[in-house]
């Protein structure tokens, strides 16, 4: 797909002024840049599309050790775990990426067991609630929270359950400090469902 259009393109193209040709910047040719993101990218993704092609070639014989490495990464959490790291990697655009995840997964070990909204703030809770708020009434309706839930991937498929089980079926208004409860306890549930195994 889109790989193969990347690595089978034609040839750089010659951007003469002058008459003299200048190097392609997206070839990565010339110049005291050095080369450019995309030609460094280009062995990796080569090599993952070589290791897709080896595993799409693999014979039937590999499914029990394919399902063992998937029970392995499910027991330990490892999508989960890597989720977060990529997202507060994003939130946060550290210098130093690698000091970066090492605090992090130093700080994830530290804080195990313990009550974790991840990488929300309560400063973060009142914001999604006064966007709900627009009047400035005070409260929402609950269908709201669930749709804040829903977004937050807390209780799938039970976000309105999530609410009644707090307010009960008929709380149709809900205020900022009673949203901010529900939404924290879910986000705590949540994560703690993903913290990773020792």
Known sequence: FWLKAVTLRPG?????????????????????QGPSALTRLLPIMMDMEEALSEEQ????????QNAQAHEYLQRHKIPQLLESLFARAALERPADLRQFLAEVLTDMTETRGKPSMGLFTKEDLETMFDMWDDLKTGTIASSKVAETLRALNCSPGQEEQ???DVVGPDHLLIDKTTF????????EARHSSQEPKA
């Open 162 to 164: 999530a609410v009644a």
């Open 57 to 64: 070639g693999q014979t039937l014989s590999a499914a029990p």
């Open 180 to 187: 901010m409860k529900i939404v924290r306890l879910q986000l």
């Open 12 to 32: 750089p193209r010659c951007r003469c002024r002058g008459g003299t040709p200048s190097p392609d910047p997206v070839a990565g040719g010339g110049g005291s």
